[in-house]
Nanobody
Framework: QVQLVESGGGLVQAGGSLRLSCAASGRTFSNYAMGWARQRPGKEREYVAAINWSGGSTYYADSVKGRFSISRDNAKNTVYLQMNSLKPEDTAVYYC??????????????WGQGTQVTVSS
């Protein structure tokens, strides 16, 4: 079992930046590929970014490519999502997720509770 706790959400103006963190506990963090997803108001959850076990491979949704950056620190059992040039349409609850795979399969087994990001225009 893996427990995930997100932090770093909040209110920011359009064009601003936020960094989300997700602290993992319970199992060997480096055994898991990690990802971030979001759920915007009235919409289904969508995957935003993912990273393999070592951090050597990263993947992004087209809607955030070039603006968001995912990274991980296996020594700290933490994955990050750096969000720059934020837009009002980035407003969502952001979730951290882990999957029982070292490579990214987009098939997550564990989810955090989510953190709210609100971007004002």
């Amino acid at each position: 079992q893996v427990q995930l706790v997100e932090s770093g959400g909040g209110l920011v103006q359009a064009g601003g930046s936020l960094r989300l963190s997700c602290a993992a506990s319970g199992r060997t963090f480096s055994n898991y590929a990690m990802g971030w997803a979001r759920q915007r108001p009235g919409k289904e959850r969508e995957y935003v970014a993912a990273i393999n076990w070592s951090g050597g491979s990263t993947y992004y949704a087209d809607s955030v490519k070039g603006r968001f950056s995912i990274s991980r620190d296996n020594a700290k059992n933490t994955v990050y999502l750096q969000m720059n040039s934020l837009k009002p349409e980035d407003t969502a609850v952001y979730y951290c997720a882990a999957e029982n795979s070292k490579v990214v399969l987009w098939d997550y087994d564990y989810w955090g509770q989510g953190t709210q990001v609100t971007v004002s225009s």
